[in-house]
T-cell receptor
Framework: DGGITQSPKYLFRKEGQNVTLSCEQN?????MYWYRQDPGQGLRLIYY???????QKGDIAEGYSVSREKKESFPLTVTSAQKNPTAFYLC?????????????FGEGSRLTVL | GEDVEQSLFLSVREGDSSVINCTYT??????LYWYKQEPGAGLQLLTY?????DMKQDQRLTVLLNKKDKHLSLRIADTQTGDSAIYFC???????????FGSGTRLSIRP
């Protein structure tokens, strides 16, 4: 079945370590996104990519990095520079030029810094 | 600037109607969305409305848009336990624009 797969679902990290969250989609979507979700706050956009080998910073890109070497994959690295990395991270994708601009989301990855 | 606001919690009795409200600030918003997030999962698009519409109905869901007041609401008729979730209001200027999300309203159902 088509969809977006995020892994791992749960991840624990010690302070000072970089971690990489995986996001893979087989929907043939051009655009992919990373959001961060904190309790009582809306989704905040970290990075997005509308085409392979190109990506743009979102509203809270500091302390994060991404790559888009393949259409299907958009991994997110949470670096040690991110001051408060404990959060629920959501990856999404969309078809460029759809009528509604609907986002399709993965199941999320919960990162906890110990 | 762009901002979407909604209350954080709503509790309703099973079988009653739920009304979740949202206000947005960007008058150029063209697309307005309601997404549903079940516990521990990603978001799913529930319904959407274009800014040139006042109302959209889809089975138990009714979306009302007051463009003058920049107010969007989602009504769920005959609320069931399966409707327990967080509901996010969102808006964008076009299908290619960034989508701005509200903080989400957690809907809980009491017997």
């Amino acid at each position: 079945d088509g969809g977006i797969t995020q892994s791992p679902k749960y991840l624990f990290r010690k302070e000072g370590q970089n971690v990489t969250l995986s996001c893979e989609q087989n929907l043939n979507h051009d655009a992919m996104y990373w959001y961060r979700q904190d309790p009582g706050q809306g989704l905040r956009l970290i990075y997005y990519s509308q085409i392979v080998n190109d990506f743009q910073k979102g509203d809270i890109a500091e302390g994060y990095s991404v790559s888009r070497e393949k259409k299907e994959s958009f991994p997110l690295t949470v670096t040690s520079a991110q001051k408060n990395p404990t959060a629920f991270y959501l990856c999404a994708s969309s078809v460029a030029g759809t009528v509604t601009g609907e986002l399709f989301f993965g199941e999320g990855s919960r990162l906890t810094v110990l | 600037g762009e901002d979407v606001e909604q209350s954080l919690f709503l509790s309703v009795r099973e079988g009653d109607s739920s009304v979740i409200n949202c206000t947005y600030t960007d008058s150029s918003s063209t697309y307005l969305y309601w997404y549903k997030q079940e516990p521990g999962a990603g978001l799913q698009l529930l319904t959407y409305i274009f800014s040139n519409m006042d109302m959209k109905q889809d089975q138990r869901l009714t979306v009302l848009l007051n463009k003058k007041d920049k107010h969007l609401s989602l009504r769920i008729a005959d609320t069931q336990t399966g409707d327990s979730a967080i509901y996010f209001c969102a808006e964008s200027k076009s299908s290619a624009s960034k989508i701005i999300f509200g903080s989400g309203t957690r809907l809980s159902i009491r017997p």
